[in-house]
């Protein structure tokens, strides 16, 4: 299972613990996995990763798939005809 900027590396993240929770579909599972990241000393970092990369599957520093995919940025809407200087 691969988990993004060498986190995999570090034994002591709680998501080590039970990986395939982080992967859950059902909702209390998927909540089970957020709350052991709200404490977790990498959530920051793991979060802004995330969402930097694109991942689209798991809970990474305490949010899921959807909720990350509203914080990312999104590419500029097209300029409308005619509203160019
Ligand atoms: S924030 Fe969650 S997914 Fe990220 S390293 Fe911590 S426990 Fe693992």
């Known amino acids: ?12 993240r ?13 909702p209390l599972r998927i909540e089970r996995a957020k709350a052991i990241c709200h404490p977790c000393p990498y959530r920051k970092r793991c979060l802004a990763t995330a969402i930097e990369l694109g991942e689209t599957h798991g809970v990474w520093g ?7 995919q509203e914080l990312a940025p999104r590419p500029r809407d097209p300029q409308p005809k005619g ?3």
């Open 62 to 68: 305490g949010l899921s798939a959807p909720e990350r």
């Open 83 to 85: 509203a160019a200087a």
């Open 14 to 26: 709680p998501c080590a613990q039970d990986p395939d929770l982080f992967y859950a579909k059902g």
């Open 1 to 12: 299972m691969t988990r993004i900027f060498g986190l995999v590396l570090i034994p002591d």
